[in-house]
């Protein structure tokens, strides 16, 4: 796991904190800057995360190779013309999907971008493709993680 702030790896306790308004995964030495601060990380995702996740990064063959799956970008309107070819109401799929009609209707608006649960969920259910594998490019280094950018590196600190 990744310190979302300095982008080092974390060695240690991981903290859930604010840092100007933003929900980060810090490490030991970030924590400190963070105004709120939710305490140290257990084995669990903190449940902001796991509700917003539409992307998953999958290692393969002992870390050689990454394979990112994540919802299409037109997942309304599939989901919109999949409900309407089924037959159901948007009261109907809400039921089957165990959610509100107003999820379903910011789906459909694409105001809402569904998680991988629930679109492979909407997938069965709908008999419609929402995800797809976007790349899948070796890794080198023996398994070292792919960078990505963090706020620590566009951010300025005043020290």
Do not use: H, N
């Amino acid at each position: 796991m990744r310190c979302e702030l300095c982008g080092e790896e974390i060695r240690g306790k991981a903290y859930l904190g604010v840092v100007d308004r933003a929900e980060l995964i810090l490490c030991e030495k970030c924590v400190k800057r963070a105004s709120k601060v939710y305490g140290p990380l257990g084995a669990k995702k903190p449940a902001s995360q796991a509700i917003t996740q539409s992307r998953r990064a999958t290692r393969v063959e002992g870390g050689r190779r990454e394979i990112v799956e994540e919802v299409v970008e037109d997942f309304a309107e599939r989901i919109r013309e999949a409900r309407e070819r089924a037959g159901f109401t948007k009261d109907t799929l809400a039921a089957l999907l165990g959610t509100k009609v107003s999820v379903i209707r910011r789906l459909e608006e694409g105001s809402l971008k569904p998680t991988l649960e629930m679109a492979r969920k909407l997938e069965k259910i709908l008999k419609v493709q929402l995800i797809e594998d976007v790349s899948e490019r070796g890794l080198e280094g023996g398994g070292i993680e792919a960078w990505e950018q963090t706020l620590g590196d566009v951010a300025e600190f005043k020290g």
